[in-house]
C-alpha cells in the first residue's frame, strides 16, 4: 500500500504571498490531519479533515485554511505568508477507527518564507 | 489544556544498551498512545501504538503504560546508532482522535 504523499517538498516563498500545499493519504484512510512543526514549538496541529468537513481544528490564524476532495485527498492554503510561517508541515492520514485512530506521517512539506 | 511531558534530552547511551524513554500526559481520558521516531530532516515514523496498561513488546522495542500514572514509556533493547534520532510521544483521547504530541526525546547511541 503506498503511504502518504505530500507536494511540493520544498518551498521558497516571500512575505505577503501565499502558499498552497497537497497531500494524498493512504488508500482507504478517509481523515488527513495537518501539523507544522518548528524547532521552537515542536508538533503543532493545525486542523483535520474527515468526509470532506472540518472535524477539529488547532488554535491558528484564519490566514491557514484547508479543504478535502471526495478522493480524501487535502490541501492546505496559507495567505499573507509571514517569517514565522516558515516550518517543516506535515499531512497525516487516518483511518480513524475509533479508539485505535493511528496516524501515518507523509514526507512534509519544507516552506522557507523569505 | 492537554499536554504530554517529554525530557528533551539529549539522552546518551552506548550501542548494546537499553535506552529508557519516558513520557507523562494530562488527560485522564486518553485512551491511545504511540511512539514515533523521527530523524532529522525527515517526517516522524509510527514505531509503537498501545491501549491497555501494562507492556508490549515488538522486536527490540517494548511500550509500557501506567493509566492510573499517566506514564507511558518506550525501551529500546540492544540500541544501535541507527536508533539515534528524536522520539516523539503521543496521547489520544476518543473524543477528538487528535492526539496531542510531545516535544521529543533526543536520543543519541553511540559505538
Known amino acids: 500500500k503506498a503511504g502518504v504523499t505530500q507536494t511540493p517538498r520544498y518551498l521558497i516563498k516571500t512575505r505577503g504571498q501565499q502558499v498552497t500545499l497537497s497531500c494524498s493519504p493512504i488508500?482507504?484512510?478517509?481523515?488527513v490531519s495537518w501539523y507544522q512543526q518548528t524547532p521552537g514549538q515542536g508538533l503543532q496541529f493545525l486542523f483535520e479533515y474527515f468526509s470532506e468537513t472540518q472535524r477539529n481544528k488547532g488554535n491558528f490564524p484564519g490566514r491557514f485554511s484547508g479543504r478535502q476532495f471526495s478522493n480524501s485527498r487535502s490541501e492546505m492554503n496559507v495567505s499573507t505568508l509571514e517569517l514565522g510561517d516558515s516550518a517543516l508541515y506535515l499531512c497525516?492520514?487516518?483511518?480513524?477507527?475509533?479508539?485505535?485512530?493511528?496516524?501515518?506521517f507523509g514526507p512534509g512539506t519544507r516552506l522557507l518564507v523569505l | 489544556q492537554k499536554e504530554v511531558e517529554q525530557n528533551s534530552g539529549p539522552l546518551s547511551v552506548p550501542e548494546g544498551a537499553i535506552a529508557s524513554l519516558n513520557c507523562t500526559y494530562s488527560?485522564?481520558?486518553?485512551?491511545?498512545f504511540f511512539w514515533y521516531r523521527q530523524y532529522s530532516g525527515k517526517s516522524p515514523e509510527l514505531i509503537m501504538s498501545?491501549?491497555?496498561?501494562g507492556d508490549k513488546e515488538d522486536g527490540r522495542f517494548t511500550a509500557q503504560l501506567n493509566k492510573a500514572s499517566q506514564y507511558v514509556s518506550l525501551l529500546i533493547r540492544d540500541s544501535q546508532p541507527s536508533d539515534s534520532a528524536t522520539y516523539l510521544c503521543a496521547a489520544a483521547s476518543g473524543g477528538s482522535y487528535i492526539p496531542t504530541f510531545g516535544r521529543g526525546t533526543s536520543l543519541i547511541v553511540h559505538p
Open positions: 488508500s482507504g484512510h478517509r481523515s
Open positions: 497525516a492520514s487516518s483511518s480513524a477507527n475509533r479508539g485505535q485512530e493511528t496516524q501515518y
Open positions: 498501545i491501549y491497555s496498561n
Open positions: 488527560d485522564r481520558v486518553s485512551q491511545s
